[in-house]
């Protein structure tokens, strides 16, 4: 998962080049180790069912999103510090310019304010770093891979990356 719907994927078909300038060297050389958020207690791995959501909010007159998340057995997720985060956008003030509603992927960091991930699921004591995505925090626009005008394409996205990924990895 952190290669097929992992960051590094994301940004190589979908990012800005600002995006792909500051984090692809990063992840190719091990400084960013990436983890996806998608699964949560209520959709498991379904992109399209019950997923955390945040809305587009105006903050000093600028497009945010704010959002709460709580995913759960996300491969890395404790040891990561580069966190690709799939949620469902909505709009109801009709505040964007390029983007839609609907899934959306973003980047963040792992000192982002408001993240919490401080918990490491072992249920078979194998010692494997899976954890927990937790917080309410803000996401800039300049945040979504892609940028705004990516705001509701995160399921065509992901689709493409995880099909690709699985033409390769499971045979």
Request: proline share 7%; with cysteine; glycine share 14%.
């Amino acid at each position: 998962v952190p290669n097929s719907l992992g960051p590094g994927e994301l940004l190589i078909h979908y990012g800005t080049e600002e995006q792909k300038d500051k984090y692809l060297p990063g992840l190719a050389n091990g400084k960013y180790i990436p983890c996806f958020g998608l699964t949560g207690p209520h959709n498991g791995s379904d992109a399209a069912g019950d997923i955390d959501e945040g809305t587009v909010v105006l903050k000093n007159n600028k497009p945010v999103i704010e959002i709460e998340v709580n995913k759960r057995y996300i491969t890395l997720a404790p040891v990561s510090n580069l966190i690709g985060l799939a949620f469902k956008l909505n709009d109801p003030n009709g505040i964007l310019k390029d983007g839609k509603e609907g899934i959306t992927v973003a980047l963040i960091e792992e000192n982002h304010p408001g993240l919490i991930k401080d918990t490491h699921h072992n249920p078979l004591n194998a010692g494997f770093p899976n954890g927990t995505l937790k917080g309410k925090f803000t996401i800039d626009m300049d945040q979504i891979i892609g940028g705004e005008q990516n705001c509701g394409n995160g399921w065509k996205m992901l689709m493409e990356c995880l099909a690709a990924g699985r033409g390769i990895c499971l045979p």
